[in-house]
C-alpha cells in the first residue's frame, strides 16, 4: 500500500530533520523567551513601533490563544501575536514579533512572492486535501486519470511550500534590519533573535522538502502502474 510501499524510506531522512527542526524552534524559543530583550518594549509595542516607523498605521496587531500560532494575514492585514509574544518582553517577543510586521512590509511594498503565495492558497490548500485520496483511490482501482489528478493537485501545493520560503526568509532578513537600529535591540541581543528566526527558518526548509520527497514518491509510483 502507498504508506508502506519502498519509496517510504525517501522519508526517512527528511523526517529526522524535520523533527530536529521543531525542537531547535521549541529550545531557542523557551530559551529566549526568559531573557528580556534590551528596549524593554513587549511584543506588540516592537511592532507598533516598527509599523509605525514604516508608515503603516492603519495595520492592527491583535493577540490570539495558542503558542507560536503568531502570522499575518494578508486579507485583513492585520498582525496577530501569541499572548507570550504579543505581551512578553524577551527576546523572542521581539524577533518573532518583528518577523510578522516583516510580512505587513512586504505587503506594503507589493512583494512579489507574498502576493504570489496568497494568490495560490485557495488552489494549495485544496491540493494538499485531495491529492493523497485521489491518488490512492486512483491505485486501487486501477484509474491512471485520478492518480494523474491527485500529482496535479499535490503539485499545487508543492508551488505553495517553495515560494514560501523566499516569503520567510525574506520577512527574517526585514525584522533584523528593523531590530538592529540600536533602539529596539542591543547588539547583544541580536544573536539571540536570530538564532530564533534560525530556526523558524529550518521548519520551512524541512516541510518543503518534505513535500518535494512526498511528490518524487508519487512520480515513482505512478511510473510503476505504466
Same mark, same amino acid.
Given at each position: 500500500?502507498?504508506?508502506y510501499d &519502498?519509496?517510504? %524510506?525517501? +522519508?526517512i531522512p527528511v523526517f529526522i530533520l524535520a523533527l530536529y527542526a521543531q525542537n531547535k524552534v521549541q529550545s531557542n524559543y523557551k530559551r529566549f523567551q526568559?531573557?528580556?530583550n534590551g528596549s524593554g518594549m513587549s511584543g506588540k509595542e516592537i511592532a507598533r513601533?516598527?509599523?509605525?516607523?514604516? @508608515?503603516l498605521y492603519d495595520v492592527p496587531v491583535k493577540p490570539v490563544s495558542g503558542e507560536l500560532t503568531d502570522h499575518y494575514d494578508p486579507k485583513s492585514r492585520e498582525v496577530h501575536l501569541s499572548e507570550e509574544i504579543f505581551y512578553g518582553r524577551s527576546i523572542s517577543s521581539? @524577533? +518573532?514579533?518583528?518577523h510578522e510586521v516583516g510580512h505587513a512590509l512586504q505587503h506594503a511594498s507589493s512583494y512579489l512572492p507574498l502576493t504570489v503565495r496568497s494568490g495560490i492558497f485557495p488552489i494549495a490548500n485544496i491540493g494538499s486535501t485531495m491529492a493523497? &485520496? $485521489?491518488? +490512492?483511490i486512483g491505485m486501487l482501482l486501477r484509474t491512471p486519470l485520478l492518480m494523474d489528478l491527485g500529482i496535479y493537485f499535490f503539485a499545487g501545493a508543492? !508551488?505553495?511550500? %517553495? !515560494?514560501?520560503l523566499p516569503v520567510e526568509f525574506n520577512a527574517s532578513r526585514r525584522a533584523l534590519a528593523q531590530l538592529g537600529d540600536g533602539i529596539l535591540m542591543q &547588539?547583544?541581543?541580536?544573536? @539571540?533573535?536570530?538564532? %530564533? $528566526?534560525d530556526a523558524a527558518a529550518l521548519t520551512y526548509v524541512a516541510s518543503t522538502l518534505m513535500a518535494l520527497v512526498q511528490f518524487l514518491r508519487l512520480l515513482i509510483l505512478r511510473g510503476s502502474r505504466n
Open positions: 500500500m502507498f504508506w &519502498p519509496t517510504f %524510506v525517501l +522519508i526568559k531573557i528580556a513601533f516598527i509599523l509605525q516607523r514604516n @508608515g521581539a @524577533g +518573532i514579533a518583528a493523497f &485520496p $485521489l491518488f +490512492i508543492l !508551488v505553495f511550500h %517553495v !515560494v514560501t &547588539p547583544e541581543d541580536m544573536k @539571540g533573535a536570530k538564532a %530564533v $528566526l
